[in-house]
């Protein structure tokens, strides 16, 4: 298997973000300090770029933006150029490698996550994210929507008003075998001052849970742990082909913590891990798996504060979000 193409997760070669993205780049580095992240791999930025020269999407990508630079309405370039993306047929081999990949975490049956991981910060892609798929087919199908997701209407709006050369954007995807949290549960996790936060609910975390539980640790031999039950009365699970939806929770769920002691000190420890690896404070994403009650890194990403700023009309400090 060309490995230009395709990089599995736990890969050495698999931390570099030009290569696999900074999603995926983040994950690996994490994974080799021994932190359990799904098992999976990345379909490269050189698989993209490989896409969009076979299936000469260049011409199509400057066509419409010069359209665009003419008045045409933004939303209708960036849909136009995303058509011709899932339009497009992906290279053979392209599509072959990405099968054979799929058919080692288990082939048809197995259920697997497929988002983007795009390679540059700046890129305000649109997270495309597809759930629960469990074939070949849906697999290389989200690959190519992903690689698509890089002409969002925001990206594109924001490239033109940086001035970057679009076709020199790039994105890489992540295909990963599914955790259950919808029928576990699942939450975040970030360190603040002396400190780890952390919020858990019943469920998926997607769309943010409501009334979580939240929970304060100070790490150390005798962790200081300080415990708040959220109300969780609504709980996100799949819906098979459907995608997902709310549910309520039951009243043993609502009255019981998420976490226990143990868990949250391994999240606690997940986070301190994470801020020194990175040289920065990082919020990550994580889920417990229902039906083998394992935890798992899903996700880390750079803590981003609210901003602070002072009133001119008052003398008291107001919070902008």
Same mark, same amino acid.
């Given at each position: 298997?060309?490995?230009?193409?395709?990089?599995?997760?736990? =890969?050495?070669?698999?931390?570099?973000?030009?290569?696999?993205?900074?999603?995926?780049?983040?994950?690996?580095?994490?994974?080799?300090?021994?932190?359990?992240?799904?098992?999976?791999?990345?379909?490269?930025?050189?698989?993209?770029?490989?896409?969009? =020269?076979?299936?000469?999407? &260049?011409?199509?990508?400057?066509?419409?933006?010069?359209?665009?630079?003419?008045?045409?309405?933004?939303?209708?370039?960036?849909?136009?150029?995303?058509?011709?993306?899932?339009?497009?047929?992906? /290279?053979?081999?392209?599509?072959?490698?990405?099968?054979?990949?799929?058919?080692?975490?288990?082939?048809?049956?197995?259920?697997?996550?497929?988002? @983007?991981? /795009?390679?540059?910060?700046?890129?305000?892609?649109?997270?495309?994210?597809?759930?629960?798929?469990?074939?070949?087919?849906?697999?290389?199908?989200? @690959?190519?929507?992903?690689?698509?997701?890089?002409?969002?209407?925001?990206?594109?709006?924001?490239?033109?008003?940086?001035?970057?050369?679009?076709?020199?954007?790039?994105?890489?995807?992540?295909?990963?075998?599914?955790?259950?949290?919808?029928?576990?549960?699942?939450?975040?996790?970030? &360190?603040?001052?002396?400190?780890?936060?952390?919020?858990?609910?019943? &469920?998926?975390?997607?769309?943010?849970?409501?009334?979580?539980?939240?929970?304060?640790?100070?790490?150390?031999?005798?962790?200081?742990?300080?415990?708040?039950? &959220?109300?969780?009365?609504?709980?996100?699970?799949?819906?098979?082909?459907?995608?997902?939806?709310?549910?309520?929770?039951?009243?043993?769920?609502?009255?019981?913590?998420?976490?226990?002691?143990?868990?949250?000190?391994?999240?606690?420890?997940?986070?301190?891990?994470?801020?020194?690896?990175?040289?920065?404070?990082?919020?990550? =994403?994580?889920?417990?798996?229902?039906?083998?009650?394992r935890l798992y890194l899903i996700e880390a990403r750079p803590l981003v504060f609210p901003a602070i700023s002072i009133s001119t009309t008052r003398d008291v400090p107001v919070l902008q979000r």
């Amino acid at each position: 298997m060309s490995m230009n193409r395709i990089v599995w997760i736990q =890969d050495e070669s698999s931390t570099d973000p030009e290569q696999v993205g900074l999603k995926n780049s983040r994950l690996a580095a994490l994974s080799r300090e021994g932190l359990p992240v799904p098992s999976g791999f990345a379909v490269t930025a050189a698989s993209y770029r490989e896409f969009v =020269d076979a299936a000469r999407l &260049g011409p199509v990508i400057e066509q419409e933006l010069r359209g665009y630079r003419a008045g045409r309405d933004l939303v209708a370039v960036g849909a136009a150029i995303r058509t011709a993306f899932c339009d497009a047929p992906l /290279p053979p081999v392209l599509g072959d490698e990405i099968l054979a990949a799929y058919e080692e975490l288990g082939g048809d049956g197995t259920e697997v996550a497929v988002r @983007c991981s /795009p390679v540059a910060p700046v890129e305000e892609v649109r997270d495309e994210l597809f759930l629960h798929l469990n074939s070949g087919a849906a697999v290389v199908a989200a @690959c190519r929507r992903c690689f698509a997701a890089l002409f969002g209407d925001v990206a594109v709006g924001n490239r033109e008003l940086r001035g970057p050369d679009h076709l020199a954007a790039a994105t890489a995807v992540t295909v990963q075998q599914m955790v259950r949290s919808d029928r576990g549960a699942s939450g975040t996790v970030h &360190g603040e001052s002396t400190f780890v936060r952390i919020q858990a609910a019943w &469920g998926l975390g997607q769309p943010a849970a409501e009334e979580p539980d939240q929970y304060s640790i100070h790490p150390g031999a005798r962790p200081m742990i300080v415990r708040h039950r &959220g109300g969780k009365r609504i709980k996100t699970v799949y819906a098979g082909l459907r995608g997902t939806h709310a549910v309520p929770t039951t009243p043993a769920e609502r009255s019981a913590l998420v976490l226990s002691d143990d868990e949250l000190q391994v999240l606690a420890q997940w986070s301190l891990t994470a801020d020194t690896m990175f040289e920065r404070r990082m919020e990550l =994403d994580w889920a417990r798996d229902g039906e083998s009650g394992r935890l798992y890194l899903i996700e880390a990403r750079p803590l981003v504060f609210p901003a602070i700023s002072i009133s001119t009309t008052r003398d008291v400090p107001v919070l902008q979000r």
